[in-house]
């Protein structure tokens, strides 16, 4: 049976920016492009950025930002129960993300599991 299985995360991204909007919306950008090729090239069938937020100024004229981005990606998978549609979607995303070179994810929900 075909299961849609979804997961919330975030990661950081560390790049020079003008101001916090700037940064913000650059680090969005970095992260949807990443997002749109997985969806484009493999299991993600579809993805959303939540928020992204300053987690650490620049402390210098020429040091980076650092920000957060919150984002959310489900992929679809078979399996015969939800419980091994779940696990088997969440090593889906792992990979998938480690493949697209998004580092440093950290979960903020369990895999979710539904019948596509």
């Known amino acids: 049976m075909e299961y849609a299985v979804s997961r919330t995360g975030m990661t950081t991204v560390t790049l020079h920016g003008g101001s916090d909007t700037t940064a913000c919306d650059e680090a969005s ?3 949807a492009e990443r997002l749109e090729a997985m969806a484009a090239d493999g299991p993600v069938t579809d993805w959303e ?4 937020t300053v987690t650490e100024h620049p402390t210098a004229p020429f ?3 650092t ?3 919150e984002f959310s990606v489900t992929v679809v998978v078979d399996a015969d129960t939800e419980d091994a549609a779940a ?3 969440a090593d ?3 990979e998938a993300l480690a493949t697209a070179g998004v580092d440093s994810v950290t979960y903020t929900s369990s895999p ?3 019948t596509a």
């Not at 950025?49 to 992204?52: E, F, L, S, Y």
């Open 49 to 52: 950025i939540d928020d992204a």
């Open 67 to 69: 920000i957060t981005v």
């Open 112 to 114: 979710a599991a539904s």
């Open 92 to 94: 889906a995303i792992k």
């Open 29 to 31: 950008d970095q992260l």
């Open 63 to 65: 040091d980076p930002y």
């Open 87 to 89: 696990e088997i979607g």
